[in-house]
């Protein structure tokens, strides 16, 4: 009876230390595993602003080969990034393009899976911002 109580305790206190290692901020950023993270300076970030301007291309082409013949979207900038680690990094883009001649703000989501050989980006979603 004392045994299984121990088992016991001891079980509970591995669950809790679990627990506790899967939410302890990393980094001293008060980043949670699997949580969104800020983007910095993303207006200055190269990267960022070719990851907009491939959101905005494979936008532009999947309504191409939807039939949607309206005029494309052309890319301003990335004004907004955050970036979460999942089974890759997934980017959640706010871009800014001209949508028949009018400014417009986006939502986008890019997965990029950075251990493919080919670094595999997959544009998950793209719609405007009412």
């Not at 990851?51 to 999947?62: Q, S, T």
């Not at 970036?83 to 800014?96: A, D, H, N, P």
Request: glycine share 6%; hydrophobic share 40%; charged share 25%.
């Amino acid at each position: 009876m004392v045994k299984n109580k121990l088992k016991i305790l001891a079980l509970s206190f591995l669950e809790i230390t679990l627990l506790l290692i899967i939410f302890t901020p990393i980094n001293g950023h008060g980043m949670v595993v699997g949580g969104k993270t800020p983007v910095e300076d993303v207006e200055k970030d190269k990267a960022m602003q070719a990851l907009g301007r491939f959101a905005v291309e494979e936008h532009n082409k999947n309504k191409k080969n939807d039939g949607d013949t309206s005029n494309p979207i052309k890319f301003s900038q990335v004004v907004r990034a955050e970036k979460q680690i999942v089974s890759g990094i997934k980017y959640f883009l706010t871009i800014e393009g001209m949508e028949n001649g009018k400014k417009k703000t986006f939502d986008s989501i890019v997965l990029i899976k950075p251990w493919s050989k080919f670094k595999d980006k997959n544009l998950l979603s793209f719609s405007p911002i009412q």
